[in-house]
């Protein structure tokens, strides 16, 4: 098993894998081709041959991934389903850059991907010539975070504009975006911008890692409005330090820019989702905020929002996510067991019970050393485990 989240936590995964890679695929895949002859009969030497990397339940490990994305493949030819479209649509989906330089408290992706990578122009020209030519539209999906980080993001964007390629962008860091960066975007099909502020208090948005200036944010999405953009709006709650007041504080701003984009004949959509503390960030200390907290703090949001569409992550789905993201093995035995039986809340409940496991864990503060994913190591763990532990010491509910 591989990937952003078994990499995160890997001990959970163990209870349904023989081994976790804990890395980027492109360090194992050479090895893998190598070694795939040994199976299906030598499982133990198929596993052992393929290096470092590979948590296998036992002795931690450190994680290994490329130095120079440049140089490492990309597929050009992607596997699609004939069945279900692609959650971006269909197009080229080309990684333009891997991690993110802002490390925010909270992101799980920009620790575990750590180091910052990009991809350079000219590479990705090549590579975006020839995947057009394996793909039914003339479409390249960009995924990166960030993107606007990327250094000649403009100047791709440009050769795809001079080319008469479309592109869709994902979600932006918005104080990366300026107003002539708009124009270009325009260019494309896409007519949703989909920024995450995640909050509007500027001291909490400080704390998180994306300043809130209200000034510059309010210029930007203007002008996104009167260009014809929608806007999708990413809001956190449940962050250390939030009070009734932050909300309100968000909700009178964003009425605003709910009611100009009402009169521009535009829509602001806003999703709200809570602060899930996840493995080797900052706020891997802090606990999930209780369920009932967070009904009502969206339902205030709602209430006060009614203009606006907005929508909220479940509760119950969050938690799981947290269950699994900060659980050790036990945790993978219970939703195995669950899943088996009917995944639903009241199963996993049940299923813990029986087997003597706490699903308390989530909503308590806890201690570096009872971290199961300390299996896994990341590149800037020494430095995040400092940082989260006097975090953990200046938060009340600790
Ligand atoms: S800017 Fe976005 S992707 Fe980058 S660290 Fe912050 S939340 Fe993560």
């Given at each position: 098993m591989g990937g952003l989240a078994a990499m995160s936590n890997p001990e959970p995964f163990i209870e349904v894998a023989d081994a976790v890679f804990v890395g980027d695929g492109e360090v194992l895949l050479e090895r893998l081709v190598k070694a795939v002859h040994l199976l299906p009969g030598s499982k133990v030497a198929f596993l052992d041959s393929l290096g470092e990397g590979l948590y296998r339940g036992v002795s931690q490990v450190p994680k290994v991934y490329v130095q120079d994305l440049d140089s490492a493949p990309h597929p050009t030819i992607e596997i699609r389903s004939a069945v279900v479209k692609p959650v971006y649509g269909d197009g080229f989906y080309v990684e333009?850059?891997?991690?993110?330089?802002?490390?925010?408290?909270?992101?799980l992706e920009s620790f575990v991907m750590y180091p910052y990578r990009v991809r350079s122009l000219g590479t990705l020209i090549k590579l975006i010539e020839r995947g057009l030519r394996n793909v039914g539209s003339r479409r390249v999906v960009i995924y990166s975070l960030s993107v606007f980080d990327h250094p000649t993001i403009r100047d791709l964007l440009r050769y795809l504009i001079n080319n008469e390629v479309d592109f869709s962008l994902p979600s932006?860091?918005?104080?990366?975006?300026g107003r002539e960066d708009l124009e270009l975007i325009s260019a494309s099909s896409q007519r949703t911008l989909t920024l995450a502020p995640e909050v509007v208090d500027t001291d909490l948005s400080c704390f998180l890692g994306k300043c809130f200036v209200e000034e510059r944010f309010t210029e930007l999405a203007e002008e996104a409005l009167r260009r014809g953009f929608d806007l999708k709006l990413y809001l956190m709650v449940?962050?250390?330090?939030?009070?009734e007041e932050t909300l309100h504080k968000t909700a009178n701003y964003l009425r605003k820019l709910v009611k100009y984009a009402k009169r521009l004949g535009r829509k602001v959509s806003i999703t709200v989702n809570p602060l899930v503390p996840k493995p080797h960030t900052p706020l891997q200390l802090l606990p999930l905020v209780p369920e009932e907290v967070y009904q009502a703090r969206v339902r205030l949001l709602e209430q006060e929002l009614s203009e606006a569409n907005v929508e909220h992550l479940k509760w119950s789905h969050a938690f799981i996510q947290a269950l699994i993201a900060l659980g050790d093995r036990r945790i993978g035995r219970v939703l195995l067991t669950s899943s088996s039986e009917g995944f639903s809340r009241r199963t996993v409940a049940r299923v813990a019970e029986n087997l003597g496991v706490d699903l308390g864990y989530p909503l308590k503060c806890r201690d570096v050393d009872e971290a199961?994913?300390?299996a896994a190591v990341m590149p800037l763990d020494r430095v995040v485990e400092k940082v989260s532990i006097t975090l953990r010491q200046q938060i009340r509910e600790c």
């Open positions: 333009i850059s891997r991690g993110c330089r802002w490390l925010c408290k909270f992101c932006l860091r918005w104080d990366t975006v449940g962050l250390p330090g939030e009070s199961p994913w300390r």
